[in-house]
């Protein structure tokens, strides 16, 4: 199964960027949507930014809106999540999922996407 690793995440005070990447171990060719998660303590895991990667449609939280965009690098196996204006409600843990999916239930809050990488942590200071 594909393994997807996570980096880019850090510390940053509100009103700066930060930009996720997501490797991918191989190319899989039964994935067609890509999506970023996060998950603050205490509350439950959300759907970010999705990616439909047949015709580049997007979803996006109604929260992050026209602040981050998602974006799918095929020649290097990596997806990335451009993240702008952070505010501290931004700060949780993002992971990084992809899978197979009608394009309807991938541009979605409720992606249900199956393979997940283990995350990275990004903390936006006030």
């Known amino acids: 199964q594909v393994k997807l690793v996570e980096s880019g995440g850090g510390s940053v005070q509100a009103g700066g960027s930060l930009r996720l990447s997501c490797l991918a171990s191989?190319?899989?060719?039964?994935?067609?949507?890509v999506g970023w998660f996060r998950q603050a303590p205490g509350q439950e895991r959300e759907a970010v930014a999705t990616?439909?990667?047949?015709?580049?449609?997007?979803y996006y939280a109604d929260s992050v809106k026209d602040r981050f965009t998602i974006s799918q690098d095929n020649a290097k196996n990596t997806s990335y999540l451009q993240m702008n204006s952070l505010k501290p409600e931004d700060t949780a843990m993002y992971y990084c999922?992809?899978?197979?999916?009608?394009?309807?239930?991938?541009?979605?809050?409720?992606?249900?996407?199956?393979?997940w990488g283990q995350g990275t942590q990004v903390t936006v200071s006030s």
């Open positions: 990616l439909y990667t047949r015709d580049l449609s997007t």
């Open positions: 191989e190319y899989t060719y039964n994935t067609n949507c």
């Open positions: 999922a992809q899978g197979l999916r009608l394009k309807d239930r991938c541009l979605s809050r409720e992606p249900r996407l199956t393979a």
